[in-house]
């Protein structure tokens, strides 16, 4: 139990530094964020606030997997606990969605380094409506019925 403590500390103090580090970030972008760089930060911007996003459900459930055979089993030590465990759920699926929100972000972004390398310059609307693709699946995650 001794373990447990400083396993939950650790992951308090870790999603609190990440949250007001992205939070810092965040600021500093709009403010200092030179007019030619304002289209792929756009990128930064949507990667840093999913980062908050993510922190936020993760300080929320602080989620233990333990695998069980086949299956594995969640135990959540967060103070959403002491609510609801389907708030919990939905955190969670929030969490997980999140996550794949800023994975596909850092491929757009990828993609954008090598069109603005190929072609000098990238538009708003292109980086948006590629990465409106990255919520696709991440809608799929929080929508899915398979909280029983």
């Avoid at 103070?79 to 794949?100: E, I, K, M, R, W």
């Avoid at 603005?116 to 538009?123: D, F, M, P, V």
């Avoid at 590629?130 to 809608?139: D, H, K, N, V, W």
Wanted: hydrophobic share 50%.
């Amino acid at each position: 139990m001794f373990y447990l403590g400083i396993v939950l500390a650790l992951h308090t103090v870790l999603t609190i530094t990440s949250t007001l580090l992205n939070t810092m970030l965040m600021i500093i972008m709009a403010q200092y964020t030179p007019e030619s760089f304002r289209n792929y930060s756009l990128l930064l911007k949507l990667h840093a606030s999913f980062d908050i996003l993510i922190s936020l459900c993760s300080l929320s459930t602080m989620l233990r997997a333990v695998p069980c055979g086949w299956a594995t089993v969640y135990i959540t030590y967060g103070p959403c606990s002491a609510l609801s465990p389907d708030l919990c759920y939905y955190l969670y699926s929030t969490f997980l969605a999140a996550n794949v929100v800023t994975f596909i972000t850092v491929l757009v972004s990828i993609g954008a380094r090598f069109w603005i390398l190929r072609h000098g310059a990238i538009t708003k609307s292109r980086i948006m409506g590629t990465q409106m693709f990255a919520f696709l699946p991440a809608i799929c995650i929080v929508v899915k019925p398979s909280y029983s």
